[in-house]
């Protein structure tokens, strides 16, 4: 079971996949990135070979240990990405050994199906009544939208109405038979999202996720006093010390660590674990590709406070590619009645095509976050 070889594909429409083979031959997948650093992780990960290869695949925890802690600067969006998809590779090969899923080896299952939602409006949303409509057919009964363009620190009330407006849409085409989170993407600077918080209370809203940066992490406390709305962040935070003041500080109800970022599979079962003492929900962020869909899927059903997952299937970033693109059966993410079925073949779950992986990495990427401004030249938040 030692670590042979580690090569890397990058592949349309954004996004990092890592294959690790044994000396015996067992192959694991992982997916680590940094959206628009796929490049600067992909070197994080080529630094990190000379402490993974050779090691026994098994040991996950003590490589994991040694690639965190033993380099002694740490954390961060690119190594904790590194890590974590080296790590959802060696959990791919363990689980493959043992011919059991990765959620049988963290405690078995807790649930019989999941609730995914789905994306609708892009960065600039628009006609989203029209989208949560044509979801809701394909059964779908969640979904997400941004809930502004970019936005000034004080702004008129004009870009508050616009939200309640679409907002509306929605809620008049479907009532709640469709829930609605509504994602402020860091956009929002404190004093707006006061208000746009408290004009969004009649609405019902399933989360408001990063109402603020969460280096603004005092502010979520404030923030939560002037809503009953759950409020949802963790996309930007790594490894469990980064959550650890934010659950202290009692401003957020749901977490949201992503498994491609924040440290891997082990780490986020860890987070979950602390949040569940805060009776703190997680919903893992993947806007992300099949690997790490499958990592997020495997720490859901075994985690009892995990209660919707987010996937990218057919979101405004996929143009070239999709999510069911790489793998050789798509089925394993069919979704009925809003819900996703447990991935019941060893390791992730799924099994990747790699022919169509090499194909792709011939073509790469170049995706890059868009720069935004404001009205008067004033680099905005994306």
């Not at 809620?171 to 469709?178: E, H, I, N, S, T």
């Amino acid at each position: 079971m030692k670590v042979k070889s580690m090569e890397l594909f990058k592949v349309p429409p954004r996004w990092l996949f890592l294959k690790i083979t044994t000396e015996s031959g067992l192959v694991g997948w992982g997916e680590p990135v940094v959206e628009g650093k796929a490049d600067t992780v992909a070197a994080a990960v080529e630094e990190m070979k000379d402490y993974v290869i050779g090691r026994n695949a098994n040991e996950i925890e003590d490589i994991w240990q040694v690639l965190y802690r033993c380099a002694f600067y740490r954390g961060g969006p690119i190594l904790m990405s590194a890590i974590s998809g080296i790590e959802q590779a060696l959990w791919d090969i363990k689980g493959k050994a043992l011919n059991a899923p990765v959620y049988e080896l963290l405690g078995g299952a807790v649930r019989e199906k999941l609730k995914v939602y789905c994306w609708i409006g892009g960065d600039r949303p628009d006609h989203v009544a029209t989208a949560a409509l044509e979801k809701f057919k394909q059964g779908y009964t969640a979904v997400k939208m941004n809930a502004t363009p970019e936005i000034g620190w004080i702004d008129n009330f004009r870009v508050v109405q616009d939200v309640l407006d679409r907002v509306q849409s929605v809620r008049d085409a479907l009532g709640y038979k469709m829930d609605i989170a509504l994602d402020f993407h860091g956009r929002v600077h404190k004093a707006m999202a006061r208000v746009l918080m408290k004009e969004l209370e009649p609405f019902k809203l399933m989360f408001i996720e990063e109402p603020v940066l969460t280096e603004n992490e005092e502010a979520f406390a404030e923030l939560r006093r002037h809503t009953s709305t759950p409020i949802a962040t963790g996309e930007r935070n790594y490894t469990r010390w980064g959550y650890k003041n934010m659950l202290h500080n009692g401003g957020v109800d749901i977490l949201q660590p992503d498994l491609s970022h924040t440290g891997g599979i082990l780490e986020a079962k860890k987070i979950a674990a602390m949040a569940e003492a805060y009776d703190v929900a997680i919903a893992p962020h993947c806007p992300l590709g099949p690997i790490a869909l499958a990592a997020c899927v495997q720490l859901d059903f075994c985690t009892p406070n995990a209660f919707i997952q987010e996937q990218s299937l057919g979101i405004h970033y996929n143009q070239g590619s999709d999510l069911l693109d790489y793998l050789k059966d798509p089925t394993v993410f069919e979704y009925k009645d809003g819900h996703i079925g447990r991935l019941d073949k060893p390791g992730l779950g799924i099994e990747v095509n790699e022919d169509k992986v090499r194909e792709m990495a011939a073509v790469g990427h170049h995706w890059r976050n868009p720069v935004w401004r404001l009205g008067d030249g004033v680099p905005a938040e994306w």
